[in-house]
């Protein structure tokens, strides 16, 4: 079922068929290029196929009627996902993501407006004052993502990130509903 619809991407709930891609992507195909962008410095512990669709299944929304993760698609193909995870609930400290695992589909727009939709879903089906992401100053692709659709660098923690033996300064970046609605209102007058 797709949620939102873009101009080249669309975002949809994963289907069994979608966990079962999204585990290749993420723990069989050989080149796993995603990982040296996203979150390269954290570990992410191997998952059996059954594990991953049972942690997916179990986890699906990130408030009622609001869900954790989308698919990311492009004439109804798999490419990546969107997601969202909660730093600290009690004061509505919400952090937002996207892989675009295909790497077919980078440097195409493709995460721009799929992140853009992502965070439009956000704001449009919570009451939430501001969205957040996190990254590393190596990943100057989804910093340029950010910027792109309005978010702010709102920290740098210099050197508390290594990648492949380098120190890089974790990013933190956000957006401000009243600060959406104008980003917004230029990605209408654009289409």
């Keep these: ?3 939102k619809e873009g101009r080249k991407v669309s975002l949809r709930i994963a289907t069994q068929e979608d966990l079962e891609t999204l585990y290749y992507w993420k723990y069989i195909e050989k080149e796993q290029v995603a990982k040296k962008w996203n979150g390269p410095y954290i570990p992410e512990k191997y998952l059996t196929k059954a594990e991953f669709i049972e942690q997916w299944e179990s986890n699906k929304e990130i408030l009622p009627n609001v869900l954790k993760v989308l698919i990311v698609t492009v004439n109804k193909q798999l490419i990546g996902t969107v997601a969202a ?3 600290d609930q009690n004061t509505n400290w919400l952090e937002t993501g996207i892989v675009i695992y295909d790497k077919n589909y980078w440097n195409g727009g493709y995460g721009s407006e799929a992140y853009a939709l992502w ?5 449009e089906n919570t009451t939430l004052h501001r969205l ?3 990254t590393w100053s190596g990943n100057k692709r989804i910093m340029r993502v950010a910027e792109k659709i309005g978010m702010q660098i709102e920290a740098k923690i210099r050197d508390a990130r290594i990648v492949n033996e ?3 300064d974790a990013i933190k970046m956000g957006i401000l509903r009243n600060e959406w609605k104008n980003v917004k209102e230029v990605y209408k007058k654009e289409k």
């Design 1 to 3: 079922m797709v949620v």
């Design 85 to 87: 995870y909660w730093v």
């Design 119 to 123: 965070i439009d879903y956000l704001f």
């Design 132 to 134: 957040g992401m996190s």
């Design 166 to 168: 380098q120190y890089y």
